[in-house]
């Protein structure tokens, strides 16, 4: 897995597929190509401050690295975005959460289209 950095890449996956979960929203698109998954974190101003947005990236970031390192796919890109309710659920249930949504998005995309 790789780090999305650039706002180009952010945007391309805003315009793609949005799936909400309780303590998370993910975009996600599918590039077309065989090059790593990439992933991007974004927590947005209306949560708070500096400081709490930052722990909830942290927090989204552990999470995905403890839950989604063997079921991302390669080609893909995934942006995780921190609601209100990601600093309150357990961090099981923002694991669950996360796992769920990239389940949905990998359900959506055909067999051999990665």
Do not use: W
Not at 23 to 40: F, H, K, L, Y
Not at 54 to 60: D, F, M, S, T
Not at 69 to 77: F, H, K, L, M, Q
């Amino acid at each position: 897995m790789q780090r999305i950095r650039h706002r180009k890449d952010f945007l391309a996956a805003a315009r793609a597929v949005t799936i909400r979960a309780r303590g998370v929203v993910m975009q996600a698109r599918n590039r077309g190509d065989d090059n790593p998954a990439r992933i991007g974190f974004t927590v947005t101003k209306k949560i708070g401050n500096a400081v709490i947005r930052n722990r909830y990236r942290r927090r989204l970031k552990e999470a995905v690295r403890l839950e989604l390192a063997e079921i991302v796919r390669s080609g893909c890109d995934y942006v995780f975005i921190g609601r209100a309710t990601t600093g309150e659920r357990s961090f099981k249930a923002l694991q669950s959460d996360l796992r769920f949504a990239v389940d949905k998005f990998n359900c959506t995309i055909k067999a051999g289209d990665h």
